[in-house]
């Protein structure tokens, strides 16, 4: 049982024969595919079988070794390993049955054994190979998995070394990147005409450090202006001599002695590249303000964009004022126009953004193949044929809005991220991917069965649109670290797209690299004049939370189902859209189970519609279907309360509410990317729970700010919960203390002003990149991606395939 230098053993020798007895025991799943997750709970069982001491299941050789498998093919005569000896990093190897020897398999046979197993034959034909790694040949290479996620801060270096490697040939490269910034016609920074080449503008430089020095660091611009234009300085270096004095002196001390921290601080405090006009893009679902939250595919990311959106304004114009800069930056979303919009704006063309001066929705219809409009809402997943023509209308309409090019593209979610890649390539401008979830790691086995469900999922088009633009972008921000790498013992979602494979269609060897420096893990925060602590008496207003208070707990109401006999116990409480992988009736579930539970707590949850006729979306209907089917199985009237979806401005004081009555907030997801819910819950005060599966680990501190559950079971949810109440039972001050430091965790960690900040630092240093370094290594990388998009994507999603 070697690895391939057949020296280091995976498995100890004095544990050698139980490994088998269970390799025995695992035989018996002959023809499946088992997770990380099933193989962990079936070695729990056999353990348990066994009466092996807890120390084996947990610390054993054994233990260590099915850890680091993320799945395991079992056939009759061998079983196939996909082993992750590292993070981002795999073996696969084929271990004959009874585990008597083991050897290492290149990725592609893995992959054909994969696909037999959606097949009666041997192998399918020959499959289309992606590797996207050869074309990174042109980008620095991240060695230490502890720098992934932190994508700038290694940019930074590598410029900065380059910067004293080779002064002559980047220093022209930084001049000439400086002097090509301007604002509606107005130069910014350096006048070419004045300081034509970098040794006349370092000259220029010193002279003025020198100059402005003598004067008060308080003077403002308009009385140094004249002296910085007769040098050959244009605006943009500060609003002070002060200011521009230190601005000046970060770039003079960057230029003789290149250092990372001088290269970040001098790029934050200028506008290199000028950024003031931003262009989000978020085409599906329904993309309002009033009354959207809870329709299919309207939640989080709505919320998200709209929080950055307000964010990202009010930085910007401090930022751009500092500067020196008299602008009012203007950001857009670009979105979906639905004619047939109900009681929606999603049929007006403009809409401003509540709490912004410049910010505004843009809504664009989608056309069919003749060029008509589509009136009606389509899900998430049927939307690919509409968004070339979505794109080629958005990069038209963004130019006449912003009366010229964007300076970014933000682009969201799969479908998002394709119309910003195409955009950008449209456009030659910046762009930024952020994912919100990826559907891989959402649905089970959805690449391998992918033609099963693929009639209403589409997912064949997704994962296609996600590589194209993760690899077409200039930089991707992550809510956690890891959604790009996972962790020591479970792989991320941007690392699921590593190898993969759609039977029939393709193989992926390699279908985003990791270690590119594009990604960077900046956490998204809560607003907060909605979200804050529950003990702020004096922000409540006294008629709301009693409005609420009835709601949620007496008041009859023909959308809301259930009555609560006993409205004072301990509330359970969550909140989420009616979908598989939020897995509500998984909760309901878990708490009809629990005699414990349902003596001392009542259910609450909002989601949705109480009424199935109301839902035109599939799963949702589905899921409602099946909570009422739950409800009577477990008899839970009396216990249970279903609200409909909670309007966002509403959503902060019913968390509170459920924490006045020292409740609590469960988050039962499957899978969750990242948990705006749970930051919502937690600042609020309300002690949360949130799946161990996906970002809630790098939110919550397990035991000390709230609580991580495996929620791939019913039983394993309740079980979670019953131990917090048994606790607070035996400790009545736990409640009060797991609430307080959840308060200090997201006010710590989670705010929109730091988001902000990072944010904007990211497009300047990927601008400084793109225009630098990346531009020519790129076209090949570029073009191997575009071969994807019209051979491959373009094709399948225009024939509505």
Not at 409 to 420: K, P, Q, R, T
Request: proline residues 4%; glycine residues 6%; hydrophobic residues 35%.
């Amino acid at each position: 049982m070697n690895l391939n230098n057949k020296t280091e053993k995976l498995i100890k020798k004095k544990e050698l024969h139980t490994f088998k007895e269970f390799i025995a025991v695992l035989a018996r799943h002959e023809g499946k595919i088992l997770l990380q997750n099933d193989l962990l709970l079936i070695f729990k069982d056999f353990c348990a079988e066994k009466n092996l001491e807890n120390a084996f299941l947990e610390d054993s050789s054994v233990a260590a070794f099915l850890k680091r498998i993320q799945e395991i093919i079992i056939r009759n005569e061998y079983m196939a390993l996909m082993y992750r000896h590292g993070i981002g990093k795999y073996r696969f190897y084929m271990l004959r049955q009874y585990g008597e020897y083991m050897e290492i398999m290149a990725p592609g046979e893995y992959l054909d054994i994969k696909d037999t197993q959606i097949s009666s034959e041997e192998k399918i034909l020959t499959p289309l190979h992606i590797d996207f790694m050869p074309f990174y040949d042109f980008s620095p290479s991240i060695r230490d998995t502890r720098s992934v996620g932190n994508g700038i801060r290694y940019l930074n270096r590598y410029l900065s070394s380059h910067l004293f490697q080779n002064p002559k040939e980047w220093n022209e490269k930084l001049f000439s990147f400086i002097k090509m910034h301007s604002h509606n016609g107005f130069q910014l920074l350096v006048n070419g005409g004045i300081l034509t080449d970098f040794d006349s503008f370092y000259e220029a430089l010193d002279e003025m450090i020198e100059t402005l020095s003598r004067e008060s660091e308080e003077t403002p611009y308009s009385r140094v202006e004249p002296l910085l234009k007769k040098a050959g300085f244009e605006p943009g270096w500060g609003n002070t001599a002060g200011r521009i004095v230190k601005t000046m002196q970060l770039l003079y001390d960057l230029i003789n002695e290149p250092d990372d921290s001088l290269l970040e601080a001098f790029i934050a405090r200028v506008p290199m590249p000028h950024i003031s006009k931003i262009a989000i893009i978020s085409p599906h679902g329904w993309f309002g303000q009033e009354h959207v939250l809870g329709k299919p595919d309207t939640g989080g990311q709505v919320i998200y964009i709209l929080d950055q959106v307000r964010a990202l304004e009010k930085y910007l114009k401090e930022s751009l004022r500092l500067s020196g800069l008299d602008i009012d930056p203007r950001i857009i979303v670009i979105t979906r126009l639905i004619p047939e919009a109900g009681d929606t704006t999603c049929d007006q063309k403009h809409e401003k953004i509540h709490g912004t001066k410049n910010g505004w929705i843009l809504r664009i219809p989608f056309r069919d193949e003749h060029h008509q409009v589509i009136p009606h809402w389509i899900s998430r997943f049927h939307v690919w044929p509409y968004l070339e023509q979505f794109a080629e209308d958005a990069a038209f309409a963004v130019q006449s809005e912003f009366e010229g090019k964007p300076d970014l593209i933000i682009g969201n979610y799969s479908d998002g991220n394709l119309v910003a890649s195409l955009m950008s390539d449209a456009l030659d401008v910046t762009q930024c991917t952020i994912a919100h979830a990826l559907e891989k790691t959402k649905y089970l086995f959805s690449d391998l069965y992918w033609k099963n469900v693929e009639d209403h999922y589409h997912f064949s088009l997704q994962f296609t649109a996600d590589m194209i633009a993760m690899n077409k972008s200039d930089f991707i921000i992550a809510s956690t670290h890891q959604e790009i790498i996972g962790t020591e013992t479970e792989m991320g979602q941007y690392e699921s797209y590593q190898n993969f494979t759609l039977p029939g269609l393709y193989q992926v060897i390699n279908g985003i690299n990791l270690f590119a420096p594009k990604f960077n893990v900046i956490p998204p925060g809560v607003d907060e004049r909605i979200y804050f602590p529950y003990h702020e008496s004096d922000k409540r207003i006294q008629e709301h939370t009693h409005t609420w208070e009835n709601r949620l707990f007496t008041d009859p109401a023909e959308d809301i189902y259930g009555r609560l006999e006993n409205p004072d116990k301990r509330p359970i409480f969550t909140m989420a859209r009616f979908d598989k992988v939020k897995n509500i009736t998984g909760l309901i579930e878990a708490f009809g189970q629990s005699d414990a539970l349902r003596e001392s707590c009542n259910l609450i949850f909002s989601a949705g519609s109480i009424r199935i006729e109301e839902s035109k979306d599939d799963e949702e209907r589905e899921q409602i279907h099946l909570a009422y089917e739950l409800i009577g199985k477990y008899d839970l009237h009396g216990q249970i309360r279903w609200l409909p979806s909670i309007k966002k401005q509403d959503t902060g004081e019913v968390y509170r509410i459920i924490a006045d009555k020292k409740g609590i907030f469960v988050q039962p997801a499957h899978f969750e990317a990242f948990g705006l819910t749970i930051l919502e819950a937690m600042v609020s005060g309300l002690p949360t729970f949130g799946p161990k599966f996906g970002g809630p680990s790098e939110i919550i501190e397990p035991g000390k700010s709230g609580f991580l559950m495996n929620t791939s079971k019913p039983e394993l949810i309740a079980e979670s919960l019953e131990t917090f109440m048994e606790s607070c039972e035996k400790n009545t001050g736990l409640w009060k203390t797991i609430s307080e430091n959840g308060i200090k965790r997201v006010n710590s960690y989670f705010t929109w002003a730091l988001y902000s900040e990072k944010l904007v630092s990211l497009a300047k240093l990927y601008g400084f990149w793109r225009f630098s370094e990346s531009a020519e290594g790129k076209v090949k990388l570029n073009r191997y991606t575009d071969l994807i998009y019209h051979f491959l994507f373009r094709q399948r999603a225009l024939q509505g395939e």
